[in-house]
């Protein structure tokens, strides 16, 4: 009991203490204090190789998502620290690796289409040739023909422009029959890359933001899990960035805390208001004084014991 009143005393005296308005400014800093007033700072965690992004040019991107709020804050709210207590890392899921299969085939599919299509102009390009090869010789057998025969030498010219026209023709049917392979092995690739599409549209379903905050055990951790562009990239960051400091998400689609991934990389005035509200100074002796009741519940109940 003796703990509990002394315990009482110190809350009192702290109270008076406090609530004169004619208290000096070390005091007011005791009582008043903002979670913004000294700078978040953060460091470069891991970074999955087969994002294929050096430390430098990942940390150049956060680096731009700090500065998004930093520009909007009359101190620094974040800055870097090779030690800083908010670890940014890239890590890699589901979602870049269906991303990355997407662009490889989309690559593929461009370049299968690319050769598919030349190879298909210069068949219908040897088929029209061969067409009038074919008509100007059936014209000159018939020409011989209503004359009773060609000469020798015209008959043997004749033999082997037919032999020629044969073998082009053998030529034609491989060439068509190995179009046909093409395209068919060109329209299996297509529905692949549909197939990934659908399946990386799904998984969007589930993981709508490409990344996270985690406050864990006092660890501070921001995880980045997709990367498609420089502008949602650090978008991504930035959003990360406000949850840091406390900011919620948001409805309004230009706004940085939207809840969605964007390419927005401006604060809107939605997000200066919280930054404002994030920001601003908390009488943290009325909140712990708010939190006595609990505090007495909790001691009568050990002393209960």
């Not at 068919?184 to 297509?190: A, E, G, K, P, R």
């Not at 940085?256 to 930054?275: E, G, N, P, Q």
Request: glycine share 4%.
């Amino acid at each position: 009991m003796k703990k509990i009143l002394i315990f009482i005393a110190i809350l009192t005296l702290s109270f008076g203490a406090f609530s004169t308005p004619y208290i000096s400014n070390a005091a007011r800093d005791l009582v008043y204090q903002s979670s913004c007033k000294n700078p978040k700072t953060y460091k470069i965690g891991s970074i999955d190789n087969r994002y294929n992004m050096s430390e430098s040019q990942f940390l150049s991107y956060v680096d731009e998502a700090a500065q998004i709020w930093n520009s909007e804050y009359p101190s620094t709210l974040f800055e870097y620290d090779p030690q800083g207590d908010i670890e940014i890392n890239l890590v890699y899921d589901q979602r870049q690796f269906l991303n990355s299969q997407i662009n490889e085939l989309d690559t593929q599919v461009k370049s299968e289409q690319g050769e598919l299509d030349t190879k298909i102009a210069d068949y219908n390009r040897r088929a029209q040739e061969f067409q009038i090869i074919v008509k100007k010789l059936n014209e000159d057998i018939q020409y011989w023909n209503e004359r009773g025969g060609a000469p020798p030498d015209e008959y043997e010219s004749l033999i082997q422009r037919q032999k020629s026209v044969q073998s082009e023709a053998e030529s034609l049917k491989s060439e068509a029959a190995s179009l046909n392979q093409s395209t068919d092995i060109y329209n299996q690739q297509v529905g692949e890359l549909n197939q990934t599409i659908r399946n990386f549209n799904e998984e969007l379903k589930y993981k709508p933001e490409q990344g996270e905050y985690v406050y864990s055990g006092g660890k501070e951790t921001i995880n980045i899990y997709f990367d498609t562009s420089r502008e949602e990239l650090v978008h991504t960051l930035a959003h990360e960035f406000g949850h840091a400091i406390g900011i919620p998400h948001m409805e309004n689609e230009s706004a940085i805390m939207f809840s969605k991934t964007t390419t927005v990389t401006v604060l809107s005035a939605d997000d200066r208001i919280a930054l404002e509200t994030a920001c601003a100074e908390k009488n943290i002796v009325e909140e712990r004084l708010q939190s006595i009741p609990q505090i007495f519940d909790q001691l009568r109940s050990n002393l209960a014991r």
